[in-house]
């Protein structure tokens, strides 16, 4: 038994998670439920583990830590990846992630989620609990700047779970840990990086949350995630994370910058097998932002109910709305790799010689891409390439 076989058998069953413990059986967590299956693991292979995935130059950092994130693809499968101490040994939580590029259309999503990235600046709020999907909404929306926009695109992650094909954007990806030694860090430096558009992977802290909503104020448009059931508990999780004596003060910061509250449930359809995301979807019009300023976030539902003109979901107009749904995109069904690429796709492309020409756009041509090269743990590197930037993002 090997690390390899476990993530294809839980690829092979479909598992959203693979938890392995010291003399436990694998356990996968499958449409939510979690069941084991196979032999116990000893210690001692799973230490080994650990050290291989870690490395030899990083261990002694997790000797000292105890715990790491990391992202790898295993198996032909985009894995997040915790390696914690337990009582028994070393342990893992092993996330697996879609094996295609998220779009709203592959994660069957609202189509008016589209319409929230054509902001030029503001903040984007995904909430929802642990595993409910809100880093794939993340990359979908930024897979829409991408394949829509040329802008610059900063992410900063912990892990990177995604890794973005530049179409029309230009993408830069920065793990927490590996290219930056924080959020607080990696924003401080995103505002002196000329960005557009800046994906915050987690705000996990009154450092982060102030420097988010401070960079979203500044002409960017920021996206970030919390943990939190509805829209009105996430605002209410962001302002009473700051002192009581500048909650205020947050609170009128963040309904001025506010574009948009998602908040995320996974259900299971039995019908296609799959689970879908289920969506609460808030946006500020003057009575929410007024009782954003307020601290009334108790006032916000019943603006929800009444808010389906100004483009607002509750979770039971969304749920009708996904019953009479017909067009659903079923992974598997399709033959297609992995950000819509054909098979023979990896073929670098090559620029012609001397200075880019611009061309004038139409509907009918596919923007250019840069050349590409699959880097170190499978990540996708951009190689230069003759013409410049503005080839790349014509």
């Known amino acids: ?129 642990t595993g409910c999907g809100k880093s794939s909404t993340l990359a979908a929306l930024i897979q829409e700047i991408n394949l829509t926009e040329a802008r610059h695109i900063v992410t900063i992650e912990s892990p990177i779970e995604y890794t973005f094909r530049p179409r029309r954007a230009y993408i830069r990806q920065r793990e927490v840990g590996r290219d930056t030694p924080s959020f607080e860090q990696a924003l401080l430096d995103a505002l002196r990086e000329d960005p557009d558009v800046l994906m ?9 949350m102030r420097l988010t909503l401070n960079a979203s104020e500044t002409g960017h448009l920021v996206m970030t995630t919390v943990h939190s059931s509805t829209c009105a508990e996430a605002l209410q999780r962001v302002v009473a994370a ?28 039995p019908d296609l097998n799959i689970r879908v995301p289920e969506c609460e979807i808030l946006i500020p019009s003057h009575p929410v932002k007024a009782h954003i300023r307020n601290r ?14 100004q483009g607002m979901w509750t979770f039971q107009r969304y749920s009708q709305w996904l019953e009479k749904r017909t067009n659903w995109f079923v992974p598997g069904q399709t033959s297609e790799t992995p950000d819509g690429e054909t098979e023979d796709s990896s073929a670098p492309v090559v620029a012609p010689p001397g200075p880019a020409t611009p061309k004038p756009a139409s509907k009918e041509s596919k923007p250019q891409a840069p050349a590409l090269t699959a880097g170190a743990g499978g990540r996708i590197e951009i190689e230069p390439m003759e013409g410049g930037f503005g080839k790349i993002l014509k």
Do not use: Y
């Not at 916000?300 to 003109?309: F, H, Q, R, W």
């Open 242 to 269: 700051f002192p009581s004596e500048i909650q205020n003060c947050v609170a009128a910061q963040l309904a001025d910058c506010l574009v948009a509250v998602i908040a995320q449930r996974l259900r299971f359809r």
């Open 1 to 129: 038994m090997s690390l390899d076989s476990l993530i294809a058998a839980a690829k092979q069953q479909r598992a959203s998670d693979l938890h392995l413990e010291p003399g436990l059986p694998p356990a996968l967590r499958v449409r939510g439920s979690l069941r084991t299956f196979g032999e116990p693991i000893p210690a001692k292979a799973m230490s080994e583990w650990a050290r291989e995935i870690i490395g030899e130059a990083l261990w002694p950092m997790f000797l000292e830590r105890r715990s790491t994130d990391l992202s790898r693809t295993l198996q032909g499968v985009r894995c997040r990846i915790n390696i914690m101490q337990t009582a028994r040994g070393v342990g893992f939580a092993i996330r697996l992630l879609s094996t295609f590029q998220a779009t709203v259309e592959k994660l069957n999503l609202h189509p008016d989620l589209k319409q929230l990235v054509s902001r030029d600046s503001g903040l984007i709020l995904v909430s929802g609990p």
């Open 296 to 309: 009334d976030f108790f006032k916000i539902m019943s603006v929800l109910e009444t808010g389906a003109e």
């Open 200 to 208: 915050v992977g987690e705000m996990r802290d009154p450092e982060t």
